[in-house]
């Protein structure tokens, strides 16, 4: 089991351009979720999806845009990157609940990215 | 979901045990205490969590106090590896993990 994988682990764009950050989880968990940490900060949710083919919107979704079209991978794309957007962004997943086990979040390495 | 408040930083001599106390004043009754750490770099790790009652596994032990207003996280024996960032969260059960929001934690420095 590789758990959740991100890809890719550092990127550096520059102001307009478009990324998307794959994360991928081989457990699966039926819900995913996408946060953005910055310094001195705790985790901001993004987006979350509580299935495939379901999406919505966190605590700070402007400017990004997922999606979840097969259970195991979860996109988070960047349309037009801002510098605002630098940050280093973790994947998590976790069981439904009927699904049993606990109920806690399992997270990637996180992806750092920097908006120049 | 409630709000939780932690000490910004703390210290701990290795092999020490390192309490990380955290309030949480307004939890309501269905509502459960979550810890997690974060690794310099790294994402975020379950710890423990439990309701009512003092709970341990082969990370930590979880003490919650009777009336539910504030926890303490126990580390028994505190290790160099477990300089973290340490986040006490409180939710109900079952609703899915989009409802954790990560507060800024107590930064936990061990020390040799």
């Known amino acids: 089991n590789a758990g959740v994988t991100q890809t890719p682990k550092f990127r550096v764009l520059k102001t307009g351009q478009s990324m998307t950050l794959l994360c991928a989880q081989d457990?699966?968990?039926?819900?995913m979720y996408w946060y953005r940490q910055d310094p001195g900060m705790g985790l901001r949710l993004i987006h979350y999806?509580?299935?495939?083919?379901?999406?919505a919107k966190g605590e700070v979704p402007d400017g990004y845009n997922v999606s979840r079209l097969k259970k195991q991978n979860f996109l988070l794309g960047l349309e037009s990157a801002a510098p605002s957007q630098t940050s280093v962004y973790f994947c998590a997943s976790s069981p439904h609940p009927i699904q049993g086990g606990l109920d806690t979040q399992y997270f990637g390495p996180g992806t750092r990215l920097t908006v120049l | 979901d409630a709000k939780t408040t932690q000490p910004t930083s703390m210290d701990c001599a290795e092999g020490r045990a390192a309490n990380l106390p955290c309030n949480h004043s307004t939890i309501s009754g269905n509502e459960y205490v979550y810890w997690y750490r974060q690794i310099h770099s790294q994402g975020p790790q379950y710890i423990i969590h439990?309701?009512?009652n003092n709970e341990t596994n082969e990370m930590a032990s979880l003490i919650i106090t009777e009336d539910r207003k504030s926890s303490t996280l126990i580390l028994p024996h505190a290790t160099l590896r477990d300089t973290a960032v340490y986040y006490c969260i409180v939710r109900v059960l079952n609703t899915g993990g989009f409802k954790t929001i990560f507060g800024a934690g107590t930064r936990l420095f061990v020390k040799a």
């Open positions: 457990m699966n968990h039926e819900y």
């Open positions: 999806s509580v299935g495939e083919g379901t999406t």
């Open positions: 439990g309701l009512k």
